[in-house]
């Protein structure tokens, strides 16, 4: 699938557009969730101390996943390859996030 174009084309592979729209996705749908937890969670009696927890366990882990990730990437002696997409894949913090598909 990997397209190569010579020197000075200014053509740009669909697979560059294919990644930003699902990419957009991906961050509109994140971003929806994220502004409507709150008042979801007030809504089955969740409290301001309950809200805090929950956020706060959200972002410590978004953390740790990138120290981690950038951890392995960093102990990886070449860069790019199957191994940085699969830490990238696994240690995302969008992988803890997101639910599992049903």
């Not at 882990?61 to 990437?73: E, H």
């Not at 790019?80 to 996030?97: D, T, W, Y």
Request: charged residues 15%.
């Amino acid at each position: 699938m990997e397209e190569n174009f010579p020197a000075g084309s200014s053509s740009t592979p669909r697979n560059v557009y294919v990644f930003g729209l699902t990419s957009f996705l991906n961050d509109t749908a994140t971003e929806m969730a994220y502004w409507v937890l709150p008042a979801f969670l007030t809504s089955l009696g969740a409290g301001p101390a309950q809200l805090g927890i929950i956020e706060g366990i959200a972002e410590s882990v978004a953390s740790f996943a990138k120290l981690f990730s950038g951890y392995l990437t960093d102990k990886v002696s070449h860069r790019g390859g199957k191994f940085s997409e699969f830490v990238s894949l696994i240690a995302s913090p969008k992988a803890f996030a997101e639910p599992p598909a049903t």
